[in-house]
């Protein structure tokens, strides 16, 4: 579904990617891993076109990402969620998960203005699709809350839902249970799989390994922006390079 080849990003002259290339295949689980600074949410944006790559490719169901603007990557259907919340606050919760459907609204300034038959229609579909995905992660009693009151797990679970309340073809996500507890974790990592099981493919930034290691069917590891190994958990697992780059940056932090 995704394949990346030879993806660099520069800043300054320094390299944060150095010639990543991997593929991310359909209806599975993608986890990449890696030290602190390895360029992992680097490339997160280089793919969503937070930032533009400096060379190399990123083709997506076989079109060219690289030097695409982010709306329109999004319409192609990829949605991210971010390693910092990106939540409207003062939105509530089914407003902020309705804005993961902007591509689906229409662009039509008149029918906005007239109030036609069709768009009142059209946004009741998208309202009934918004509280299934509110649904689907336990948050349908929160609807009408303010975004910005919801507990720090709560939120992680409203940016799940709105990156996937479009039913997109391809979801980022960046840290998901970052800050969450050994409860949350566990409910998220169901929730990841079971969107597997329905199909849909992930691409996973995330620390912890645990969770890493139960759910993936595929893992990329990072280190200083060049990809050092690839393959299933155990065989990520094993890699004398992987084990040396985490222990390497353990013991210099030590």
């Known amino acids: 579904m995704l394949q990346l080849e030879a993806l660099s990003k520069h800043f300054g002259g320094l390299p944060a990617l150095d010639g990543v290339s991997f593929s991310v295949p359909r209806a599975r689980i993608t986890a990449l891993i ?3 600074g390895a360029g992992k949410s680097t490339l997160i944006n280089c793919i969503t076109g937070v930032l533009e790559a400096s060379s190399g490719s990123a083709r997506f169901l076989e079109e060219e990402l690289v030097g695409q603007p982010g709306h329109e990557i999004a319409r192609r259907g990829i949605a991210r ?3 910092n919340l ?3 606050p003062r939105l509530s919760v089914l407003d902020n998960v309705l804005t993961g459907l902007t591509c689906s609204g229409g662009s039509s300034m008149v029918m906005a203005m007239l109030r036609l038959p069709y768009l009142r229609h059209r946004e009741r579909q998208l309202k009934l699709r918004a509280l299934e995905a509110l649904d689907h992660f336990g948050l349908s009693d929160k609807a ?3 975004a910005g009151i919801l507990a720090y797990g709560d ?8 990156a996937t309340v479009s039913q997109p073809e391809l979801i980022l996500l960046d840290e998901p249970v970052a800050g969450l507890n050994a409860e949350e974790t566990a409910a998220v990592g169901e929730q ?3 969107l597997r099981r329905a199909g849909q493919t992930l691409l996973l930034v995330e620390h912890d390994m645990e969770l890493v290691m139960e759910i993936a069917d595929q893992v990329v590891v990072l280190d200083s922006g060049k990809c050092i190994a690839s393959g299933t958990p155990d065989q990520v697992r094993r890699n004398p390079l992987v084990l040396e780059a985490y222990l390497g940056r353990m013991e210099a932090t030590a």
Do not use: Y
């Not at 939120?155 to 709105?162: C, Q, T």
């Open 155 to 162: 939120k992680k679970r409203v940016e799940l839902a709105r």
């Open 144 to 146: 009408n809350w303010p």
């Open 192 to 194: 990841l799989k079971r």
């Open 81 to 83: 969620t971010f390693q």
């Open 86 to 88: 990106k939540l409207f």
């Open 34 to 36: 890696g030290p602190n």
